[in-house]
């Protein structure tokens, strides 16, 4: 089965200094994995996307996130947080299938990144 | 075309009524989704279709919920007899197979 754990709830850094929020995954299969972000009332919008191609994936916004597997790990970076990033992020993975298919996705309960001024 | 829509964005029902809950995928996605966001529960998968093939319904909490998603496209989720604890934010996403998932933004359900 797949799972991925958020570690931290809530983050908070000052405007202009490093983001890192944290997540380690379970699975049984070379899993794809992805951060989602959720601003305030708006819809989740995909920031990025691993699926075996390259380790450290680059995604919008000045985010980026490496796939470790030594680590399970699957951190969420940005070197200059900006206040406009201030929203919950979650770390997913896709379930696998009978047969090898992607199906639903399975989240992590967030991390609610605060940025200070 | 436009993204995935979900219809109402608010809905305040008495404990004990039933629900409908619409989302229109965007067009020529072949798989559909259900999740449902609450304070305890986070983000949970509900239901999955996927082309003409049988729904995964692995996620439905108990049998008072149920989803059809009719012609290939539109996609109601049901609600019987709703309780307080079916208080949630109700999201459908939509993808091309394997693809990237799509979000709508949901459907706000108060359960009085």
């Known amino acids: 089965a797949q799972s991925v754990t958020q570690l931290d709830s809530h983050v908070s850094v000052s405007e202009g200094t490093p983001v890192l929020l944290r997540c380690n995954y379970s699975?049984?299969?070379?899993?794809?994995l992805f951060w989602y972000v959720q601003h305030p009332n708006k819809g989740l919008q995909l920031l990025l996307k691993?699926?075996?191609?390259?380790?450290l994936v680059k995604g919008i916004n000045g985010f980026e996130a490496e796939f470790k597997k030594s680590e399970t790990s699957f951190h969420l970076t940005k070197p200059s947080a900006h206040m406009s990033d201030a929203a919950e992020y979650f770390c997913?993975?896709?379930?696998?299938?009978?047969?090898?298919?992607?199906?639903?996705?399975?989240f992590g309960k967030g991390t609610k990144l605060s940025v200070k001024p | 075309g436009a993204g995935v829509s979900q219809s109402p964005s608010n809905k305040v029902t008495e404990k004990g009524k039933d629900v409908e809950l619409r989302c229109d995928p965007i067009?020529?996605?072949?798989?559909l989704y259900w999740y449902r966001q609450s304070l305890g529960q986070g983000l949970e998968f509900l239901i999955y279709?996927?082309?003409?093939?049988?729904?995964?319904k692995s996620g439905l909490p108990s049998d008072r919920f149920s989803a059809e998603r009719t012609g290939g496209s539109v996609s109601t989720l049901t609600i019987q007899r709703t309780q307080q604890e079916d208080s949630a934010v109700y999201l459908c996403?939509?993808?091309?197979?394997?693809?990237?998932?799509?979000f709508g933004p949901g459907t706000r359900l108060t359960v009085l």
């Open positions: 996403a939509s993808s091309l197979v394997a693809g990237e998932q799509f």
């Open positions: 699975s049984s299969y070379s899993p794809s």
């Open positions: 691993y699926t075996s191609a390259a380790t």
């Open positions: 997913v993975v896709s379930a696998i299938l009978y047969g090898g298919s992607q199906g639903n996705l399975i």
């Open positions: 067009s020529g996605h072949t798989a």
């Open positions: 279709f996927q082309g003409n093939s049988a729904p995964d």
